[in-house]
């Protein structure tokens, strides 16, 4: 037994040798992997060759940092947030081009007070201006340091935390502001601003709409509980109001409107009622007379607090001062009153409002807009039709004094009395508010000038005509292009296949071939391309035989020698197609990023770009490295506005993820896109 039991511990030995000489060279290849990220921890943080050469640009140009355009504030210019990064993370950089905050961040806000909000996955937290962490990202939305503090958010509520990060003013409000170095204003309520996914605590609420249009809308237009102002212990300097309150009349603050119980009174400033709360609505006075509405009516009172009009009108506007009159409603008549409460003129419309322009400053009441069966018409002040209901929306005053109106996807154009200013068939193309004549005009396929007064300037005999420049046409006669001054007089005739836009310069073809000409007629460069586009900068993008370059003007050298295919400009550098593929170059010609993609971004300063190959979109940085290989139905953008997150399509939803295609759940997904929709781009050198 003893030998037995001998060689069964020497085998249990040895088994233990194995496994300690195992968990060794685990701990061995942990140490060095270990070892190996510290290392590639410390290695120096580089920009792409597209992000030195834009950040350079931007250092240039003091700051031009592409941070969020809503902002309320404009941030330091330095550091510089960037994510152009090999890998599209997001650090910032000094003026003199080195690395202040390490590239490891999904967002980096604009420095204020020497700190900037750095976003991760979602969650937010600060770093100052050498890239130390200040406060680890965990909030779910921060705002930017003012006076030395900065308002996060814990759960739902509002706190304030100092430039170390320590919290000095306990997260319960639902909003908290430092509005000087030692007082707050705090309200109960709260309305986040920004986009969604990226939501601040602006006063704007941003949404990008399918169209391609955005919306912003401006929260401070919709009260909400009132707000008091507080010391750092969080003693009350100024306790909220138990009411809401505003203004009656400028000439006299002391009296105001104060709302109580859901109801408005007019009090004075020791508190005592001038009128007891009894409106549903109360507002300021407008040419002498206060608005308000007790029991669903609407009446008026002076500013002795007097009732002039009885609430007997079922709608009515505020008097205007401009004509001390209002749009009215009452059992079915709609119309409009004056002071007295008597009708000036009666309809059967659906609505009559006040029409009135605006126009540097100034607002310019032009009569009545109204409705009926759900067309727009123009009344002057007495009630007289000047423009009968045919419109689709309410007419426009221009600040020349033309009427403008819109129906079928069209406008039209009208002197102050109405008097039409295109005969019946005929449209103006270019009139627009805003424009100067002579305008366009279009009868069939013929184009002419006219103007002012919509009076004939030139024959109505052009094939077509197009905007050069101010007081310049581009005219087309007899399949030729010339160009006609305010006059209608040829300043050239017409001889060119093709005429672009621009006074002092410009491209002009002649038998098929492409020149840069000078205004007086004279050849710049001679026509010999065959498709050309001056670039604002002395140098023209210019095709010939199939393949495009970019030529210095001034002595005809190329700064991008032609190659076969297409070159674009896009925002800092150019688009080469070829061969059904796009191709990222810098402004000189080297290849910025090449992934053989249908399709690529046109935006490199988010850092991250889009591209299309096989049906599917994928992500790359701005050195062409693929970060998210193609899986996406739509393209993907990290838009500033949603502050380091995208919306990415994946079946019917768009979900948000972030800078290495990680999904953010407490972030919900949505039914339709929240970055709204994007365009395509064409590449070409002509429009």
Not at 57 to 72: L, N, Q, T, W, Y
Not at 291 to 311: L, M, Q
Not at 467 to 483: F, H, I, Q, S
Request: one cysteine or more.
């Amino acid at each position: 037994m003893d030998g037995d039991y001998s060689t069964i511990a020497g085998r249990r030995n040895d088994t233990d040798e194995k496994r300690m000489r195992i968990l060794s060279s685990m701990f061995m290849l942990l140490l060095v992997s270990a070892a190996q990220d510290a290392l590639t921890d410390e290695r120096p943080p580089e920009l792409t060759p597209a992000g030195k050469a834009i950040v350079q640009r931007m250092i240039a140009s003091a700051g031009e940092a592409s941070v969020d355009r809503f902002a309320a504030r404009k941030p330091q210019p330095f550091p510089l947030p960037t994510c152009m990064f090999a890998g599209g993370l997001c650090g910032a950089v000094r003026h003199d081009g080195t690395i202040a905050v390490r590239p490891r961040y999904d967002w980096v806000g604009g420095f204020f007070d020497n700190r900037a909000a750095v976003r991760v996955g979602g969650l937010y937290g600060f770093v100052d201006e050498d890239g130390r962490e200040i406060v680890t990202p965990q909030h779910r939305m921060v705002d930017d340091y003012k006076f030395g503090f900065a308002q996060v958010d814990v759960n739902g509520k509002s706190g304030l935390i100092d430039r170390e990060g320590r919290m000095v003013i306990a997260p319960k409000y639902g909003s908290i502001v430092a509005i000087g170095p030692d007082r707050f204003r705090v309200s109960d309520h709260r309305e986040p601003g920004g986009a969604d996914g990226g939501e601040d605590f602006s006063r704007f609420r941003v949404r990008f709409l399918p169209d391609g249009g955005i919306s912003i809308s401006d929260l401070s237009l919709f009260a909400g509980p009132p707000d008091g102002v507080i010391d750092l212990s969080g003693q009350w300097i100024e306790p909220p109001a138990g009411s809401q309150s505003r203004t009656f009349g400028e000439d006299d603050p002391s009296i105001r409107w104060v709302r109580k119980d859901k109801l408005w009174g007019l009090a004075r400033a020791d508190g005592s009622w001038i009128i007891e709360p009894q409106f549903q609505q109360a507002g300021a006075l407008s040419d002498g007379l206060a608005r308000v509405v007790v029991d669903g009516r609407v009446s008026f009172i002076d500013r002795t607090a007097k009732f002039v009009i009885a609430p007997t009108f079922d709608q009515a506007d505020a008097f205007a001062p401009e004509v001390g009159r209002a749009a009215a409603k009452r059992g079915g008549i709609t119309g409009v009153i004056d002071k007295s409460g008597a009708w000036v003129f009666q309809t059967n419309y659906q609505r009559v409002h006040l029409a009135a322009a605006y126009h540097g400053g100034r607002r310019t009441v032009f009569g009545w807009g109204f409705e009926n069966a759900g067309r727009w018409g123009l009344l002057d002040l007495n009630g007289h039709i000047i423009l009968d209901a045919a419109f689709d929306q309410s007419l426009q005053r221009c600040e020349d004094g033309r009427l403008e109106g819109y129906k079928n996807k069209e406008f039209y154009y009208f002197d102050s009395n109405g008097r039409p200013l295109q005969p019946p068939d005929g449209r103006l193309v270019n009139a627009a508010c805003g424009s100067e004549p002579p305008f366009v005009l279009k009868v069939g396929d013929r184009y002419g000038l006219v103007d002012a007064a919509g009076q004939l300037v030139t024959p109505l005999h052009f094939e077509a005509l197009t905007w050069a420049g101010r007081g310049v046409n581009n005219a087309k006669l007899d399949g030729k292009w010339g160009r006609i001054g305010t006059d209608g007089r040829w300043m050239l005739e017409p001889r060119f296949d093709y005429l672009s836009s621009g006074l002092d310069i410009f491209v002009a073809s002649v038998d098929g071939k492409r020149g840069i000409m000078r205004a007086d007629g004279t050849w710049a460069v001679e026509p010999r391309f065959d498709a050309a586009a001056l670039r604002g900068d002395g140098t023209a993008l210019v095709t010939v035989a199939g393949a495009t370059g970019v030529l210095l003007l001034a002595n005809e050298s190329w700064i991008v020698p032609p190659r076969p295919g297409m070159l674009c400009d896009i925002r800092h550098a150019l688009i080469w197609q070829h061969d059904g593929v796009r191709t990222v170059l810098s402004p000189t010609g080297e290849t910025w990023i090449d992934l053989g993609a249908e399709r690529v971004g046109i935006n490199l300063d988010p850092g991250l770009i889009p591209f299309l190959k096989g049906g599917k979109w994928g992500l790359a940085d701005t050195a062409g490295e693929v970060i998210a290989e193609p899986q996406f139905d739509d393209p993907v953008f990290f838009t500033p506005a949603f502050r380091g997150i995208a919306w990415a399509k994946r079946g019917n939803h768009w979900c948000a993820m972030d800078r290495r295609a990680h999904p953010i759940p407490d972030i919900p997904c949505a039914d339709v896109n929240p970055a709204g929709s994007s365009f395509r781009f064409a590449c070409k050198v002509e429009p």
